[in-house]
């Protein structure tokens, strides 16, 4: 049997599976769990799987949301990654919904069509808008004996390639003197000061820079009372490159020594703080990519190939792509949409999108085919 059958095979499992993968996606759509609470979105995966014959795994590197679902017992393995996890106030505005649908629909149809030849793993990965579980999953080695990783983000277009920024989010707390503001002989130290000094000084810090960097963030500290000067003041910042080399060697050192010296000139002390871990850039899989390309063409889908430094956001599949080989392609949900928007919520749970995702999953599993010996 030649591998047009088995790709005529998946598409047809996966049109078979339409009704429950609508569902699943529908559900997470009216139901949205923030990172790291993903109770019911993760229980109703494990649960479609273990129906199906997979064995089920919980409670994956310290996240009791995650889990790791396989079927077969030999040829290389390939892996389908579920997000799930949604945005505060906005709901499945990433469309997480439907990429959890997506790959275990991949999943599922693969492991139909694969039987011995492979093994298929779906691997719930929670928080990437937050914390990223799969940072701490390819900390551990959960990726490491992968022959593959797969996995489809809705947008406004086809795309495939490119890659994302590398990021470390930084928190940066300035600590003073606390004082009354007209007491004429203890005017106290203001770590606000300090704080808006380092916040502007933030902004040309960047031009420095010789690669691609973003430097923003927020006050979420700034005093207690007007007439109290304050005594402690908080920012937290994403700082972000197009190389994690890049970012911890080079743009992070830069950003501590601005905060060292503001705290040197005002008279306060600092302290920088990592609250998120580090995501690596995407590394796309040349091979992949064209396997993938070729597939949609099959399906009757034009894809743009973007060019390699292409970025416009930060995920932790980049971690996945520094263990094994991976893809992160797009798939057009809507036209003039933009990710973790109102707009964006209500594409990811139309009827059009519940049809885009059956694209995706025949997509991703026609690839896994292509891998077989």
Not at 185 to 208: C, E, H, S, W
Not at 212 to 240: H, M, Q, S
């Amino acid at each position: 049997m030649n591998k047009q059958v088995w790709k005529e095979q998946v598409i047809a499992a996966v049109d078979a599976m339409a009704p429950e993968l609508r569902d699943i996606s529908l559900f997470l759509h009216k139901h949205p769990e923030l990172g790291g609470q993903e109770y019911q979105a993760a229980q109703r995966l494990k649960t479609m799987a273990e129906r199906k014959g997979f064995v089920v795994k919980q409670n994956i590197s310290g996240y009791e949301t995650a889990f790791i679902a396989t079927k077969g017992n030999t040829g290389p393995k390939i892996a389908f990654l579920a997000e799930y996890d949604a945005l505060p106030g906005l709901g499945h505005a990433c469309g997480h919904n439907l990429i959890a649908a997506m790959s275990w629909g991949a999943a599922a149809a693969f492991a139909e069509v694969a039987k011995g030849r492979a093994i298929s793993y779906c691997i719930g990965c929670p928080a990437e808008e937050t914390s990223g579980a799969k940072v701490a999953m390819a900390a551990d080695g959960v990726f490491d004996e992968l022959r593959a990783a797969l996995i489809i983000h809705p947008a406004d277009s086809n795309n495939i390639g490119g890659t994302s920024y590398a990021t470390h989010p930084l928190k940066v707390t300035f600590r003073g003197r606390a004082g009354h503001v007209a007491n004429k002989t203890n005017k106290g130290v203001n770590a606000l000061d300090a704080l808006i000094m380092f916040y502007q000084g933030i902004k040309p810090l960047r031009q420095t820079f010789t690669q691609e960097t973003i430097l923003a963030g927020i006050i979420t500290k700034g005093g207690t009372a007007p007439n109290i000067v304050p005594d402690e003041a908080e920012g937290k910042f994403t700082i972000r490159a197009l190389s994690s080399r890049y970012l911890e060697e080079t743009v992070l050192p830069a950003v501590r020594r601005l905060a060292d010296g503001v705290a040197l000139a005002t008279d306060t002390t600092v302290e920088t703080l990592h609250y998120e871990p580090l995501f690596k850039e995407l590394v796309n899989n040349p091979e992949l990519m064209e396997l993938f390309k070729n597939n949609m063409t099959l399906l009757s889908e034009e894809v743009t190939i973007l060019e390699p430094k292409a970025a416009d956001g930060s995920t932790d599949v980049g971690n996945v792509s520094h263990a094994v080989p991976t893809i992160h392609p797009d798939i057009f949900i809507g036209s003039n949409l933009a990710a973790h928007t109102p707009e964006f919520a209500v594409a990811t749970g139309s009827p059009y999108a519940q049809e885009r995702l059956l694209i995706g999953a025949k997509a991703m599993a026609m690839t896994a085919i292509d891998l077989l010996d």
